[in-house]
């Protein structure tokens, strides 16, 4: 199918591994023109020469709002913004848990969204075909336990990202967050384990009980979002705004 996405032009965060790494390649390969930042120097040097890579903290504001002004000029515009850096934040009991990895996670995870679309929206404004995605998490459906500064900044995605839906929609942006379940891949391995450590149970246990409550009991390929993200940011995709898209096999319950 030809999703209409040759030469669109595509800003993604944290786009040199994980899920970030795939929707990179999923545009590429529909012949979109990508720029991508990311903390971790080496994963952006391995990216195809194609991609316009920068290394930035998004957590930094001043070398995020760079970073896509520094994209918009590269590629002459955007067409489509993927916020989709995230990380896990601490594992532990609230009281357990300090304020500075709290701010961490909400800078990360939230605060990012906020600065890059912002700085995003007037060339979006001036696209034919507009659209944001943002990345939240069944844990912004569900909750999570001994996860609250990523459980609560990831409800935060969904707020925003309803605010925006509403807020850009008179412009012909669209703005939708998708929920991804149980990615395979390190960092979910990395999730569990921790959980697992902090529950006083096996990494066997907590895995069995990540999938009970799960109808299709298997880990979510990365390229299971990206095609998601490549429908809602093609033509065909217009008219579907502000909704919130679990890409998880049907998680009812997080352990
Ligand atoms: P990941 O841990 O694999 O990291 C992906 C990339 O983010 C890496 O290249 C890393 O270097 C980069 N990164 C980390 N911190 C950064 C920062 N401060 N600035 C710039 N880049 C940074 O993550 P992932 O599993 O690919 O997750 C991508 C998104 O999907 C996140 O928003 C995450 O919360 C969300 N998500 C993931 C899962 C999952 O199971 N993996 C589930 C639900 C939601």
């Known amino acids: 199918m030809d999703l209409g996405l040759e030469g669109a032009r595509v800003v993604v965060t944290a786009g040199a ?10 545009f590429l390969a529909e012949g979109a023109r990508i720029a991508t930042c990311d903390i971790d120097a ?10 316009f890579a920068a290394r930035v903290d998004v957590a930094d504001a ?26 896990a934040g601490p594992t532990g009991r609230i009281e357990e848990i300090d304020l500075a990895a709290w701010q961490r996670t ?18 979006l404004r001036a696209s034919a075909n507009a659209s944001v995605a943002n990345l939240s998490s069944i844990a912004g459906r569900l909750g999570f336990a001994l996860r609250t500064p990523y459980a ?5 995605v969904i707020g925003l990202t309803k605010s925006l839906a509403i807020e850009l929609g008179p412009d012909n942006i669209r703005v939708n967050a998708i929920l ?66 679990s890409v998880c096999g049907d998680t009812r319950m997080l352990a």
Not at 17 to 26: D, L, T, Y
Not at 203 to 226: G, H, L, M
Request: overall charge neutral; glycine content about 10%; proline content about 5%.
């Open 17 to 26: 591994a994980g899920i970030g790494r795939a929707i990179v390649e999923a």
């Open 42 to 51: 080496e994963a952006l040097a391995s990216l195809p020469p194609a991609v």
């Open 62 to 87: 001043a070398a995020l709002t760079g970073f896509i002004d520094a994209a918009a000029a590269h590629l002459g515009g955007i067409d489509c913004l993927v916020n989709n850096a995230g990380i």
């Open 106 to 123: 909400l800078d990360v995870v939230l605060t990012s969204q906020f600065v890059a679309t912002g700085r995003a929206v007037p060339h």
């Open 152 to 156: 609560a900044a990831k409800w935060g």
């Open 180 to 245: 991804p379940g149980i990615v395979a891949g390190d960092r979910q391995r990395r999730v569990l384990e921790a959980k697992a450590q902090a529950r006083g149970i096996s990494f066997a246990e907590i895995e069995a009980e990540a999938f009970r409550a799960t109808s299709i009991k298997d880990y979510v390929p990365p390229e299971a979002i990206a095609s998601q993200i490549l429908y809602l940011a093609s033509p065909a995709g217009r008219f579907v705004s502000g909704q919130s898209l």
